[in-house]
């Protein structure tokens, strides 16, 4: 999934935006869950992008770690962002050691995207906002008005990620793909 992100996200305008037909999404989820092959490259971008958000949603306590959402949210309200390049980086240890890798990959196709923002009107900005939602959630159910406040929180997290992802998981973010 993250391949094909990489490879056609940037080229396409809308990524993560758009949704995937509901119908295919559903369908493509069974056959993956029940350990079927699947040819991803024969479907829509956008089925992808969905299922790929609908995995995200569906790791148990997210992939930020629900137990440390306190200080992720509080991460944006520090001084400068090298001291908010450090707390991210110090949180980044605390993650178990798989959700580090996939975070690294995943904020790699952002970045890919990102680069592009001009042909595919996906800047850092309407990234996060399509993304974040997927990547941390409270531990506990609020009210609307807190959840609110808390997406906005984390969206301007993952645009900070996206932004300075190269500072913050290292140069080599660039070519985890290889030469695809």
């Keep these: 999934m993250l391949s094909l992100l990489y490879q056609e996200g940037p080229s396409t ?3 993560f935006r758009r949704s995937g037909s509901a119908k295919t999404c559903k369908e493509l989820k069974e056959k993956l869950d029940s350990g079927a092959e699947v040819d991803l490259a024969c479907e829509s971008i956008f089925v992808t992008a969905s299922l790929f958000k ?3 949603r569906n790791i148990p306590g997210s992939i930020l770690s ?3 959402c306190d200080k ?3 991460v944006m309200d520090q001084g400068n962002n090298e001291e ?5 980086q ?3 240890e605390q993650l178990p050691r798989a959700n580090v890798v996939l975070l690294r990959y995943i904020f790699g196709v952002l970045h890919g995207i990102e680069m592009r923002s001009e042909e ?3 800047n850092a900005f309407n990234l996060a906002i399509c993304i974040a939602p997927s990547l941390l959630w409270p531990p506990v159910s609020s009210t609307p008005d807190m959840e609110s406040e808390f997406t906005k ?7 900070f990620l996206t932004e300075n992802c190269c500072r913050i998981f290292g140069e080599e973010i660039n070519s985890l793909f290889g030469e695809i």
């Design 84 to 88: 908010k390049i450090k707390s991210i």
């Design 13 to 15: 305008e809308g990524i």
């Design 72 to 74: 992720w949210v509080s």
């Design 66 to 68: 629900s137990q440390l």
């Design 54 to 56: 609908d995995f995200l």
């Design 90 to 92: 110090r949180l980044i």
């Design 153 to 159: 929180k984390i969206s301007s997290l993952v645009q």
């Design 120 to 122: 595919n009107q996906m």
